[in-house]
């Protein structure tokens, strides 16, 4: 009886969730050094978006990125040399909880070669949310007073959902700076002001 116990316990882990509280205006860094890389699933059990990056142990900078809307869920890669870092940029705390999968031996095969990536943010400093359309990416809805990291091919276009109607605020190119902060309200002026 306590062997089957002992082993239903063993086995009765693998699969749970490990929850983090995130307090206010924090920054939450976790780091599984002798991994050679893994995947994480993270759910935002919050009301507010999540800031999830995965960052260059040795320099900080920023590889991948993105903001989880409140309720939902994604998966991160995270590559050998990588930590994965969840950001709360509210006044209140935040939930987060996630699983592990460690090495990505199956992910190894031969990489097509991509367009160049940029790894950059997208700043809403205004008091409304501005929902965007990344095509083929996510529609992420930028909360107001917030910023969402993203990393998207050179040639990739993002969009203003305005009304139904979607509007080209912007298009990746390789001038951008590696970790740029850009401004989504200047680019809507910008944009609406030459229509």
Same mark, same amino acid.
């Given at each position: 009886m306590f062997f089957f116990l002992l082993v239903s316990l063993a086995?009765?882990?693998k699969g749970e969730r490990s929850?983090?509280?995130?307090?206010?205006?924090?920054?939450?860094?976790?780091?599984?050094?002798l991994y050679q890389g893994?995947?994480?699933k993270i759910w935002n059990k919050s009301k507010f978006d999540l800031g999830v990056s995965a960052r260059e142990q040795k320099t900080d900078s920023l590889v991948k990125g993105f903001g989880l809307d409140s309720g939902?869920?994604?998966? #991160? =890669?995270? /590559?050998?040399?990588?930590y994965l870092q969840f950001e709360n940029g509210y006044l209140a705390s935040l939930k987060v909880e996630y699983t592990l999968q460690k090495g990505m031996e199956g992910k190894k095969k031969s990489t097509k070669s991509l367009?160049?990536?940029?790894?950059?943010? #997208? =700043?809403? /400093?205004?008091?409304?949310?501005i929902p965007l359309r990344i095509p083929g990416v996510m529609n992420p809805n930028l909360s107001p007073f917030s910023r969402s990291g993203v990393d998207l091919p050179n040639g990739q276009k993002i969009f203003l959902d305005l009304n139904g109607k979607r509007i080209l605020i912007f298009t990746v190119t390789d001038s951008i700076p590696h970790g740029a902060r850009i401004d989504v309200a200047n680019l809507i002026n910008k944009a609406l002001n030459e229509q």
């Open positions: 086995f009765g882990q929850q983090l509280v995130l307090p206010p205006k924090q920054i939450v860094q976790i780091n599984y050094p893994f995947n994480v939902s869920s994604a998966v #991160l =890669e995270v /590559n050998k040399g990588l367009t160049q990536q940029r790894a950059f943010y #997208l =700043e809403n /400093n205004t008091a409304q949310s």
